[in-house]
């Protein structure tokens, strides 16, 4: 038996894996994973995504370099989604945060940006013509 078996994949073959930062315990982001992805990730101990909207598997951070090293791994009571602990090299956020939650809804409705911008996405991200 291998740690796919133990899943419940919804029926676009994904699971939801929440990711937190090993050492801080701040939650960076939530993605999607498939079979493959999880397959791959426990291989090669890095997290690897099912990107939904290009349709592809990919290396989380293969565009920035912010890559993400699997510490732990955990499943939750019903099998439907996973918890992955990880070493985060730079930022989680493709925005250029170290977590995707860089926002706070305050009282009154508005938003207040926690922590700081540690790379610029423009720069990052460019479009290569």
């Known amino acids: 038996m291998t740690v796919v078996d133990l899943l419940k994949f919804d029926d676009k073959g994904l699971i ?5 930062d090993w ?3 701040e939650v960076l982001t939530l993605c999607y994973l498939n079979k ?3 397959e791959r990730s426990f291989e090669t101990g890095m997290v690897y995504v099912f990107r ?3 349709g592809r598997i990919m290396l989380k951070g293969e565009t920035s370099g912010c890559t993400q090293a699997i510490r732990s791994v955990c499943i939750d009571c019903e099998g439907n989604s996973l918890l992955i602990r990880v ?7 493709h925005e250029g945060y170290f ?7 305050e009282k009154d409705g508005t938003t207040a ?3 700081k ?3 610029d996405p423009n720069e990052v991200y460019k479009k290569k013509g």
């Open 36 to 38: 493959e992805a999880v």
């Open 99 to 105: 977590t995707c939650y860089f926002r706070q809804v």
């Open 87 to 93: 070493d985060q090299k730079i930022a989680g956020c």
């Open 113 to 115: 940006t926690l922590g």
């Open 23 to 25: 050492t801080t315990k």
């Open 117 to 119: 911008r540690l790379f």
């Open 16 to 20: 939801p894996a929440v990711i937190q």
């Open 52 to 54: 939904r909207s290009k």
